[in-house]
């Protein structure tokens, strides 16, 4: 699945006009972090902005270990109309801090609309911001009844997803997250000469931004729905050529 980032009502209503090339369309606010919180109103305009077939994901925030702030903040998020809630476990330091911010968002959420769809994110750079090891993250959603796990980049400074976990790597995070019966995503710059290697590795979901922004940038550019369409295509390429591949050698 693609899931694709706005930051405003107006990129949203770009990104509606290239609905039938992504699958999610994510709310977020690149300026309070890589999984910035944006505000419940502008939930609420995307939401009615996309088509009512797309399912509208919001970003919690880069989240301190506060496991009652966090729940109310996600609860809010469902409220507003997302029905896919993520959230960065940025001032987790342990996985049993995680688990403990994972349980109350689930409840929170679930309690509210049954039907929504949790993810535990974490960072692919853990390391420079002292949180959770990337690849605790399946077993702290699997243990929190989260329906999947993610891996993004903390800090945008040009760095991608591979710097930080290489391919190997992340094979092994969507190879724990499956076995745990999740969904594994992967963002973090990801460009389109990434896809070969992400679905290769059995990604369920690819969320990008800046690669379908006007000039890569996912800061000062705009989402630009020919882009969209443009990545779209090489996703299903790739999974075209992967599964002719696997065909073949059985």
Known sequence: ??????????????????AE??????????DEGSLGANFPWIIREIRDAV???KPVSATVGDVPYKPGTVAQAALGAAVSGATYIKVGLYGCTTPDQAVDVMRGVVRAVKDYRPDAFVVASGYADAHRIGCVNPLA???????????AAM?????????RLFDHVPP?????????????DLLAALAGSVKAGDLGELTRIGTDIVGVRGAVCEG???NAGRIQP?????????????AREYAATVATAS
Do not use: N, Y
């Open 168 to 180: 190997d790597v992340c094979a092994e995070f969507v190879r724990l997250a499956h076995a745990a």
């Open 216 to 218: 890569g940038d996912r």
């Open 1 to 18: 699945m693609l899931l694709i980032s706005p930051d405003s009502v107006d990129e949203a209503l770009d990104c509606a006009k290239a």
């Open 137 to 147: 993250l399946p077993d702290i959603a699997r243990r929190s009844g989260s329906d």
């Open 51 to 53: 088509p009512a077939d």
């Open 151 to 159: 891996l993004d980049t903390a800090i945008k400074d040009g760095t």
């Open 21 to 30: 090339h992504l699958d999610i369309v994510d709310v977020k606010k690149p």
């Open 226 to 238: 020919q882009l969209v369409a443009a990545f779209r295509a090489e996703m299903d390429r790739h």
